[in-house]
């Protein structure tokens, strides 16, 4: 590296003395023809060369040798470096002029430097700048191929809202090409139908970067097009906005169904309604016919009794059974009025919910249902039970009706079992069970168990009126449970019953 610097310099302060002894040897050539005064002249030239491709160094050194030659072999004395007075402003003159020339050549000389450093600056830059200006262009043309492989349509548009691209899914979906589409604004060639105006979307759009939204289009054949759309703000390194990008989402299929479903449900509440207001009339017929027919009845049951005790000593055998029957048809009739009434109550009660023992409540409905029983051996096993919200009356009701059944139905036993317990517990929901070892029933028939005024056996074999099950039913739903059974033909049968802490709740327990 040192020796570099020194040939560098040999050779620049080597050109000083080889140009200015050039000038020397044409000047003295030029004077053997008689030229005169071309000495000066030739020693500038030489001067200027110097500084041009040598720099300041040299080019200083080239004024002095040229001043000290121009002395010596121009300047009288000849041959002499002495100079006399009245040659002084000559001398001096040149010597000024030299520098002069020196410091332009110099100053020029760094100008172009700096210029062609700036150039080949700029060129660098503009090289730099057309490379990276190749790969976005490159990775725009990548991720516009990647945007045509999807059949999501998306495409873009400036601030202006003029679309500068437009996707394959586009194309697929509204039926133009790019051809087309680009260049023109997409509210007029999709026809938009906004949510709301315009002018509010846009206004948020330019101050968040984002919106979102259902638009309707048209497509190219006519046909309408309802979409999730999406848009982003898209900016330039300045922060400014320059695109925007859309994507949108077919979704006419599922406004479609949302339509449908929304007119069932509105026919299901139309046809919910009239069948609450015909349940309703139905209860109010229900209970104003009971009400209605407990007054013959009593007048009916009143008079064949007194005519029983009137002519129990006239009337044959065959007469006296006849009066029997009629107050055994009375009395039945009268239990089938009175379970009636109570099951019209059950949906026109207020029900009071509360914290309650469900074990206390057990305890209670067999201690009813064995008055009935006490001739009777029964087993009883009765498992723990939580506390419950619930209305009191109302599952106390439903106890006493399962047990009862079970209590009936395991007349024909003689050792009679009958087991109550919890099958389930969870935070929301318990399900208890009476299970026992009585006749049983078809499971082909249990559909028809908790219907009113329905029997899997006959009369003349177990009593009862046919709505104990029903009135379970209703007390069980209006807790927010369901009610089931399953049995054996002369194998016992089990009820479950759900209940549900919160009243009517949304999913119903299902076994």
Not at 73 to 88: C, G, K, N, V
Not at 111 to 123: F, G, I
Not at 428 to 451: A, E, I, Q, T, W
């Amino acid at each position: 590296m040192a020796g570099q610097l020194i040939q560098s310099r040999v050779l620049r302060y080597g050109l000083a003395v080889f140009s200015v002894s050039v000038a020397l040897g044409v000047a003295l050539l030029l004077e053997r023809f008689h030229f005169r005064d071309v000495a000066d002249p030739l020693f500038l030239i030489a001067i200027t060369v110097t500084v041009w491709y040598a720099g300041t160094g040299p080019a200083i050194l080239a004024v002095v040798l040229g001043s000290m030659t121009d002395a010596y072999y121009f300047i009288e004395p000849i041959y002499s470096i002495y100079t006399a007075r009245e040659d002084l402003p000559h001398f001096i003159i040149f010597i000024l002029f030299a520098f002069l020339i020196t410091r332009f050549a110099a100053g020029r000389h760094r100008v172009e430097a700096e210029l062609l450093q700036a150039r080949d600056k700029l060129e660098i830059e503009v090289a730099e700048r057309t490379h990276k200006l190749e790969i976005e262009v490159a990775e725009r043309t990548q991720q516009a191929s990647l945007l045509n492989l999807t059949h999501e349509p998306i495409f873009v548009r400036d601030m202006n809202d003029v679309i500068t691209y437009w996707n394959r899914g586009a194309q697929e979906l509204y039926g133009w090409t790019p051809e087309k589409a680009i260049g023109k604004s997409p509210h007029e060639l999709l026809r938009t139908v906004f949510p709301s105006p315009l002018e509010e979307i846009r206004a948020e759009f330019l101050r968040t970067g984002r919106w979102e939204g259902e638009l309707k289009h048209t497509r190219a054949d006519g046909t309408e097009v309802v979409v999730s759309s999406r848009w982003s703000l898209g900016y330039d390194e300045q922060g400014r906005p320059v695109a925007i990008l859309e994507t949108n989402n077919d979704i006419t299929g599922r406004k479609r169904r949302e339509q449908e479903i929304e007119k069932l449900n509105q026919e299901l509440a139309k046809r919910s309604m009239a069948l609450e207001a015909s349940n309703k009339e139905l209860e109010a017929f229900a209970y104003s016919i009971s009400h209605d027919l407990r007054a013959p009845l009593r007048h009916m049951g009143g008079f064949a009794e007194l005519l029983r005790k009137s002519t129990v000593a006239t009337l044959d055998e065959k007469s006296a059974r006849y009066v029997t029957m009629i107050l055994e048809a009375a009395n039945r009739m009268g239990s089938l009025i009175d379970d009636l009434l109570a099951f019209s109550r059950i949906s026109r009660a207020e029900a009071h919910y509360s914290i309650l023992s469900l074990e206390q409540l057990v305890h209670e409905a067999v201690a009813e249902a064995c008055q009935d029983a006490k001739e009777r051996n029964i087993t009883w096993k009765l498992n723990p039970l939580p506390e419950w919200y619930g209305d009191r009356p109302m599952l106390r009701l439903t106890l006493v009706n399962l047990i009862s059944n079970a209590v009936k139905f395991t007349r024909t036993r003689p050792q009679a079992e009958i087991e109550i317990g919890c099958s389930e517990q969870k935070d929301d929901h318990v399900v208890l069970f009476v299970r026992d070892n009585g006749v049983g029933f078809d499971m082909k028939y249990s559909n028809k168990l908790f219907g009113v005024f329905q029997r899997l056996h006959a009369q003349e074999a177990f009593e009862g009126t046919g709505i104990g099950l029903a009135t379970v039913q209703r007390i069980v739903h209006r807790h927010g449970g369901s009610v089931w059974a399953e049995g054996i033909v002369d194998g016992g049968a089990t009820f479950y019953f759900s209940l549900f802490k919160s009243q009517g709740a949304g999913d119903i327990w299902k076994p």
